[in-house]
């Protein structure tokens, strides 16, 4: 069974960089069937696509985001991250990683339990 | 702002069918049949419902089923349990952009 589990600061101050890691376990990331990705949850609000990559390290990013952010690819690890840089607290929100179904629908069909991530001084 | 507008909450009562809209534009739901469906339970991730309009991944019970209509998409779920008590998204493809579109999200009350 797939498994994705998020992992990083849960408190980051204003102005830094907030970085994720996403390890997936049951399967391996190279496959070409599938992108892999990232989505926000403000707290008691809706989702938030933020960005996606392929085991080759091809990147989509949300252009409201794209300025300050980069998602990467270790194959190696079976891991993927994302960097958002310059946060407020507006980048307070739930973080999901997620499996992506290739192809034009971009499902997502296998999520992470989330990781809540405020941005305080 | 939402790309595609859900109605903010929805209800019924056990046994009842109902039925969430999913609106965009030709640019998304109205020419591209990969519309998706998610349901959230508090405090945990979506799950896939529904797929391309209309299909259910594996596992996913039959009374929960999607169509399309020019611009709007809806799902209905029909004979309403508690345990469908719910947010709701729905997601589109979008030819603007190379990225997934969320609805706003809809909360599914059972009465």
């Known amino acids: 069974q797939l498994q994705l589990q998020e992992s990083g600061p849960g408190l980051v101050k204003p102005s830094e960089t907030l970085s994720l890691t996403c390890t997936v376990s049951?399967?391996?990331?190279?496959?070409?069937?599938?992108?892999w990705g990232w989505i926000r949850q403000p707290p008691g609000k809706g989702l938030e696509w933020i960005g996606s990559?392929?085991?080759?390290?091809?990147?989509y990013y949300n252009p409201s985001l794209k300025s300050r952010v980069t998602i990467s690819v270790d194959t190696s690890k079976n891991q993927f991250s994302l960097k958002v840089s310059s946060v407020t607290a507006a980048d307070t929100a739930v973080y999901y990683c997620?499996?992506?179904?290739?192809?034009?629908?971009?499902?997502?069909?296998?999520w992470g339990q989330g990781t809540l991530v405020t941005v305080s001084s | 702002q939402s790309a595609l507008t859900q109605p903010a909450s929805v209800s019924g009562s056990p046994g009842q069918s109902i039925t969430i809209s999913c609106t965009g534009t030709?640019?998304?739901?109205?020419?591209?049949?990969?519309v998706s469906w998610y349901q959230q339970h508090p405090g945990k991730a979506p799950k896939l419902m529904i797929y391309?309009?209309?299909n259910r991944p594996s596992g996913v019970s039959n009374r929960f089923s999607g169509s399309k209509s020019g611009n709007t998409a809806s799902l209905t779920i029909s004979g309403l349990q508690a345990e469908d008590e719910a947010d709701y998204y729905c997601?589109?493809?979008?030819?603007?952009?190379?990225?997934?579109?969320f609805g706003g999200g809809t909360k599914l009350t059972v009465l």
């Open positions: 997620a499996r992506i179904l290739s192809g034009p629908g971009n499902y997502l069909d296998y």
């Open positions: 049951g399967g391996s990331i190279s496959s070409s069937s599938y992108y």
């Open positions: 990559i392929y085991y080759s390290g091809s990147t």
């Open positions: 030709s640019s998304d739901v109205g020419d591209y049949n990969y």
């Open positions: 391309d309009v209309s």
């Open positions: 997601s589109s493809y979008t030819s603007s952009s190379a990225y997934v579109v």
